[in-house]
């Protein structure tokens, strides 16, 4: 998430209280758009009130950049706003408001009482569940392979020619008012992560074969089989407290707990990544924020990679995006409290593992000081082994056009450090046709980047894909295909004559645009307010084919010959869930679908500026 420093004063003054009510209902690669309904309010809450209109109403009352609207957190439910002050994401940041503060200003943002909405049960599988064991189909990583090339191979009974007879089969509806992030699929299981804890799913039917309610504040999960454990695959989860935990896919039994930050600001957003009896996990934190408090002493978090011991949980050696470490600056001008630097870099994006260099790259985020560092805004190889640095490269656009005419935020003329530079999707360790391997990246700005994996990281080629800004460009992960990369394209923002959205094929050899097919422009199903066609979310792909997602609500499929549309569902609308209530569904973004077992797995309302809650289940016909 970006804030510039040359804000206006009254933004500046915002509290952390203030900071700790919008910040955990978009993470750091989602957006908001400005929306004029208010919420009709069921219920009042005068001490809520209190303390909205002191703290937050600067903020959501005339939202700018990604903050949202107040309409947009109220369509969450008190208990999911409460959650995640308490045990979520935000736990850090509202440390300063008491239990009863955090009720009363749920309540009064969403205008419900607890336990007004709805409560999607557990829907227990009526049979007992037989061990879970990976199977051909899977996609039990973020990226469906070490390399994140967002492609599954084998779809089953998914063809191109099927996919126009798409159907939905069920839906099931997230627990505390808003979905998370997609599933992991390992065997028949499918593994869901709640603000309710974490859910084994029957990827047939929908039912719960178990669930844990204790595990929360999880963003995402990654399966692996151990060699060492023999018919025993674990669930590996971070956290937003800097813990790691590893669970038995089968029972849900946890199997060890590790911390692996101490700062108090440190999560893990990605998906932990996996090789042979290791894993490996980017570090990243909510320290940017607090830099807007003149009392915090900004800032101290740098981010990092660690590699753990996959049986046991040890810490194996962890290394830092930014190598110095922070020491004392300047005071603040204004409240006089020490500033400390350098800080940043924070690894949110999934990992990408590079087995024949024995290399792991992480993707950084921006400097907190918005002053260059040799780690921000970057795309550091790191060695599996070791954790020694290879290379490091920061690549920036070498047309600044589009920022120094068009954004709002115009300090990425001048400032390398700008948050327009940071890396939200991760690298894909990509193969070009005649056989070349290139580590391809997506930035911010809008530029596709290919780096040269056997020269230190050498720019190879550039391709500007999108007009970008601080919400716009490449948000989402990218499919690579027999050397072609598919690319979704955010610019949630973008000024005229440009127009969000957009779907494009690079060849992975020269960068070369083989098409780009527009968004289409349709009205959201819940209406102009928070309606936008972005397409901020990762995709996935099949032979042939290649979905996308998009903030109007819409999951498309797209033919990868030409870039014609195959199927279109809009999943912005209600479903009779199978876990005994109705969900809702909203716009598309972050990390939403996945295929696996002849089926799409899509997550409607996650990361969005219109939540939803609802996981669907599409396969053909509906069978």
């Given at each position: 998430?970006?804030?510039?420093?040359?804000?206006?004063?009254?933004?500046?003054?915002?509290?952390?209280?203030?900071?700790?009510?919008?910040?955990?209902?978009?993470?750091?690669?989602?957006?908001?758009?400005?929306?004029?309904a208010?919420?009709?309010?069921?219920?009042?809450?005068?001490?809520?009130?209190?303390?909205?209109?002191?703290?937050?109403?600067?903020?959501?009352?005339?939202?700018?950049?990604?903050?949202?609207?107040?309409?947009?957190?109220?369509?969450?439910?008190?208990?999911?706003?409460?959650?995640?002050?308490?045990?979520?994401?935000?736990?850090?940041?509202?440390?300063?408001?008491?239990?009863?503060?955090?009720?009363?200003?749920?309540?009064?943002?969403?205008?419900?009482?607890?336990?007004?909405?709805?409560?999607?049960?557990?829907?227990i599988?009526?049979?007992?569940?037989?061990?879970?064991?990976?199977?051909?189909?899977?996609?039990?990583?973020?990226?469906?392979?070490?390399?994140?090339?967002?492609?599954?191979?084998?779809?089953?009974?998914?063809?191109?020619?099927a996919?126009?007879?798409?159907?939905?089969?069920?839906?099931?509806?997230?627990?505390?008012g808003?979905?998370?992030?997609?599933?992991?699929?390992?065997?028949?299981?499918?593994f869901?992560?709640?603000?309710?804890?974490?859910?084994?799913?029957?990827?047939?039917?929908?039912?719960?074969?178990?669930?844990?309610?204790?595990?929360?504040?999880?963003?995402?999960?990654?399966?692996?089989?151990?060699?060492?454990?023999p018919?025993?695959?674990?669930?590996?989860?971070?956290?937003?407290?800097?813990?790691?935990?590893?669970?038995?896919?089968?029972?849900?039994?946890?199997?060890?707990?590790?911390?692996?930050?101490?700062?108090?600001?440190?999560?893990?957003?990605?998906?932990?990544?996996?090789?042979?009896?290791?894993?490996?996990?980017?570090?990243?934190?909510?320290?940017?924020?607090?830099?807007?408090?003149?009392?915090?002493?900004?800032?101290?978090?740098?981010?990092?990679?660690?590699?753990?011991?996959?049986?046991?949980?040890?810490?194996?050696?962890?290394?830092?995006?930014i190598?110095?470490?922070?020491?004392?600056?300047q005071?603040?001008?204004?409240?006089?409290?020490?500033?400390?630097?350098?800080?940043?870099?924070?690894?949110?994006?999934?990992?990408?593992?590079?087995?024949?260099?024995?290399?792991?790259?992480?993707?950084?985020?921006?400097?907190?000081?918005?002053?260059?560092?040799?780690?921000?805004?970057?795309?550091?190889?790191?060695?599996?082994?070791?954790?020694?640095?290879?290379?490091?490269?920061?690549?920036?656009?070498?047309?600044?056009?589009?920022?120094?005419?068009?954004?709002?935020?115009?300090?990425?003329?001048?400032?390398?450090?700008?948050?327009?530079?940071?890396?939200?999707?991760?690298?894909?360790?990509?193969?070009?046709?005649?056989?070349?391997?290139l580590?391809?990246?997506?930035?911010?700005?809008?530029?596709?980047?290919?780096?040269?994996?056997?020269?230190?990281?050498?720019?190879?080629?550039?391709?500007?894909?999108?007009?970008?800004?601080?919400?716009?460009?490449?948000?989402?992960?990218?499919?690579?295909?027999?050397?072609?990369?598919?690319?979704?394209?955010?610019?949630?923002?973008?000024?005229?004559?440009?127009?969000?959205?957009?779907?494009?094929?690079?060849?992975v050899?020269?960068g070369?645009?083989?098409?780009?097919?527009?968004?289409?422009?349709?009205?959201?199903?819940?209406?102009?307010?928070?309606?936008s066609?972005?397409?901020?979310?990762?995709?996935?792909?099949?032979?042939?084919?290649?979905?996308?997602?998009?903030?109007?609500?819409?999951?498309?499929?797209?033919?990868?010959?030409?870039?014609?549309?195959?199927?279109?569902?809009?999943?912005?609308?209600?479903?009779?869930?199978?876990?005994?209530?109705?969900?809702?569904?909203?716009?598309?973004?972050?990390?939403?679908?996945?295929?696996?077992?002849?089926?799409?797995?899509?997550?409607?309302?996650?990361?969005?500026?219109?939540?939803?809650?609802?996981?669907?289940?599409?396969?053909?016909?509906?069978?």
């Amino acid at each position: 998430m970006s804030i510039h420093h040359h804000k206006k004063p009254l933004d500046i003054a915002i509290s952390v209280v203030a900071l700790s009510l919008w910040i955990f209902a978009l993470p750091r690669h989602a957006f908001a758009e400005e929306v004029a309904a208010k919420p009709e309010l069921q219920t009042e809450d005068a001490k809520g009130e209190t303390i909205y209109r002191q703290h937050c109403a600067p903020c959501h009352d005339h939202a700018h950049d990604n903050i949202p609207m107040r309409i947009v957190i109220a369509q969450k439910s008190p208990e999911g706003i409460v959650s995640a002050l308490t045990t979520g994401p935000m736990q850090a940041m509202a440390a300063g408001l008491s239990a009863e503060d955090r009720r009363s200003v749920a309540q009064y943002i969403t205008g419900k009482a607890f336990g007004s909405d709805p409560n999607p049960e557990a829907n227990i599988c009526a049979s007992t569940r037989p061990v879970v064991w990976p199977g051909d189909s899977d996609w039990s990583y973020w990226g469906r392979d070490r390399e994140n090339t967002l492609f599954q191979p084998q779809p089953g009974r998914l063809s191109a020619e099927a996919i126009p007879r798409l159907k939905l089969k069920w839906s099931f509806a997230y627990p505390g008012g808003s979905a998370i992030a997609e599933p992991i699929a390992v065997g028949d299981r499918l593994f869901l992560v709640t603000s309710g804890g974490i859910f084994a799913i029957d990827a047939e039917t929908g039912c719960t074969d178990w669930h844990r309610e204790e595990i929360r504040g999880v963003k995402m999960a990654t399966a692996a089989s151990l060699a060492a454990a023999p018919k025993r695959v674990l669930l590996f989860l971070g956290d937003a407290t800097g813990n790691l935990t590893a669970i038995d896919a089968s029972t849900g039994d946890r199997i060890w707990a590790a911390k692996v930050d101490n700062h108090p600001t440190a999560r893990l957003t990605g998906p932990v990544s996996f090789y042979g009896d290791r894993i490996y996990a980017g570090v990243s934190s909510m320290e940017d924020p607090l830099s807007h408090d003149p009392a915090y002493p900004c800032c101290t978090f740098r981010g990092s990679v660690v590699s753990l011991d996959a049986a046991t949980g040890k810490m194996l050696w962890k290394s830092y995006s930014i190598t110095k470490s922070p020491e004392p600056l300047q005071q603040h001008p204004a409240a006089g409290t020490q500033l400390y630097g350098p800080a940043g870099g924070a690894i949110y994006a999934p990992l990408t593992i590079d087995v024949k260099r024995n290399a792991i790259y992480a993707v950084t985020a921006e400097s907190y000081h918005r002053d260059p560092t040799d780690g921000s805004n970057a795309v550091i190889a790191f060695d599996l082994d070791s954790g020694a640095r290879k290379w490091v490269r920061q690549p920036r656009p070498n047309d600044n056009a589009p920022f120094c005419k068009n954004q709002d935020v115009d300090d990425a003329c001048v400032n390398s450090a700008s948050s327009l530079f940071e890396f939200a999707a991760p690298a894909v360790l990509a193969t070009t046709r005649p056989g070349k391997q290139l580590l391809l990246v997506g930035q911010k700005s809008g530029v596709v980047y290919a780096l040269d994996p056997d020269r230190g990281g050498k720019l190879v080629w550039e391709t500007r894909v999108g007009q970008g800004g601080s919400m716009g460009g490449v948000l989402g992960g990218f499919s690579v295909v027999d050397g072609t990369a598919y690319v979704a394209v955010s610019d949630s923002t973008a000024k005229s004559p440009n127009v969000p959205g957009g779907l494009v094929a690079l060849d992975v050899a020269t960068g070369r645009p083989i098409w780009r097919t527009p968004a289409p422009d349709v009205t959201c199903s819940w209406g102009s307010d928070a309606c936008s066609r972005a397409q901020p979310s990762s995709v996935a792909a099949i032979p042939g084919l290649v979905f996308s997602g998009s903030s109007d609500g819409h999951m498309r499929a797209y033919r990868m010959k030409d870039g014609s549309i195959a199927w279109d569902f809009d999943t912005g609308r209600e479903f009779n869930a199978v876990n005994g209530v109705k969900g809702a569904g909203g716009g598309i973004g972050g990390y939403p679908v996945i295929v696996a077992h002849d089926s799409v797995f899509v997550t409607s309302g996650a990361y969005s500026n219109h939540p939803g809650n609802v996981l669907l289940s599409f396969t053909a016909d509906g069978n």
